[in-house]
DNA sequence: GTCTATAAACGGATAGAC
DNA sequence: GTCTATCCGTTTATAGAC
């Protein structure tokens, strides 16, 4: 019974985390976030004593997923980093609203002084480095004149670009598709005997249902 | 002095973009925004009925930039039409603040009924379908396998991506440089003679400052 | 730990004088 | 067209009882 006030706590950011995803964080009331976890909205600030407190925990969350996914991350380098980063993909699409948490809040944050921007930018920069680190120790198959690092950048942006586009029609847009063509593409541009990891690339996720517009 | 009027009304728009750039659309308040126009808050609804009034009338401002920009894309096709868009990459860096507000709008917009919500959706299925044209008309050296469709909304989600890594760190992230090698190993893996158009790469925009962290 | 009640501030929008 | 004054809803946060 000692962990009662924990589960509470989990209770509340479970909440949080639904709220901001659908009214990101200046339009969601900590009186709507209350309600959604059964409890007063004095009640929560027991536990969270501002809204930025609450943001910021929410955030740390994503942080614990994130040591998971570098996890994740360390199990391949090169072409085959690619493959994990489809999987990723396709976890994103499966959980559904709450990555649109990070999206709607990292639009949110290039505005000044936004309490989440600092988060955001340093999670940008430890990001790139984990996947330009799988990058360059894959590289054996590598052009010379690529630069990891921009390339780490480039396949973040093509990620989060193909999500806001998802998120805005996802019956239109196959972002896991757009991610399996641009990531094979990748591979056969760059590496020398690529064959073997994209034909892991055409595997490694279930056929999408074909949603595209025909 | 009939157009004194619509002097206040390009007051007001330019006022509410520089202010929406600042603080998105929620924060953002009409005080703020009269007070920077140098105008009262109910002499601004005066001119604009009410806040979403004004939202829309400043989303109505990039359409007609768009307009102008579709003129660009129609003067490109396949592998020159990234060229292009290299172009606009550099011109939205020059611009800085205004296309923030853009990418904090878009980010904002994924919520649940928000007022630009259906907006955003409308101006991305232009953008990218006026893309796809431009990549099929100048398909005579695409790989088949390519869905001009699908590398569109690749080539748009790349350089939304890069734009938000950038407006969080510009010091570190040169969106220029990266959409550059982006493009050129696009146009590299993809059409049979493009080295004219990849050495128009090099030199269309002018070489950045390389602010990229050493 | 949780509640009710309320403070204190801010938001968008309206009324009506000039 | 522009202003001052004001209404009214909403929000975060606090006070204090239980």
Redesign the pocket.
């Known amino acids: 019974m000692a962990n009662?006030?924990?589960a509470?706590?989990e209770q509340i950011l479970y909440a949080a985390m639904m709220v901001f995803a659908d009214h990101g964080y200046?339009?969601?009331?900590?009186?709507?976030?209350?309600e959604q976890a059964?409890?007063?909205?004095?009640?929560?600030?027991?536990?969270f004593?501002?809204?930025?407190?609450?943001l910021i925990a929410v955030l740390e969350v994503r942080d614990r997923l994130d040591v998971e996914w570098m996890a994740d991350l360390d199990g391949g380098t090169g072409p085959r980093l690619l493959v994990t980063l489809l999987r990723l993909v396709d976890r994103n699409r499966r959980l559904g609203g709450l990555v649109q948490i990070y999206t709607a809040l990292s639009g949110e944050s290039v505005t000044d002084d936004h309490p989440a921007r600092a988060w955001f930018t340093g999670r940008y920069e430890r990001v790139t480095a984990s996947i330009e680190v799988g990058l360059r120790a894959g590289a054996d198959g590598l052009r010379p004149e690529v630069d990891c690092g921009q390339l780490a950048r480039e396949v973040v942006a093509v990620m989060d670009g193909l999500q806001l586009q998802w998120l805005l029609n996802p019956e239109v847009v196959d972002m896991v598709a757009a991610f399996r063509a641009y990531a094979t593409r990748l591979i056969r541009s760059s590496a020398l005997d690529p064959e073997p990891v994209v034909a892991l690339l055409a595997t490694a996720v279930p056929v999408p249902l074909a949603t595209h517009a025909g």
């Open positions: 009662r006030g924990v509470r706590r200046h339009r969601a009331s900590l009186a709507g976030i209350a059964g409890i007063s909205q004095a009640g929560l600030l027991h536990h004593p501002t809204k930025q407190h609450l």
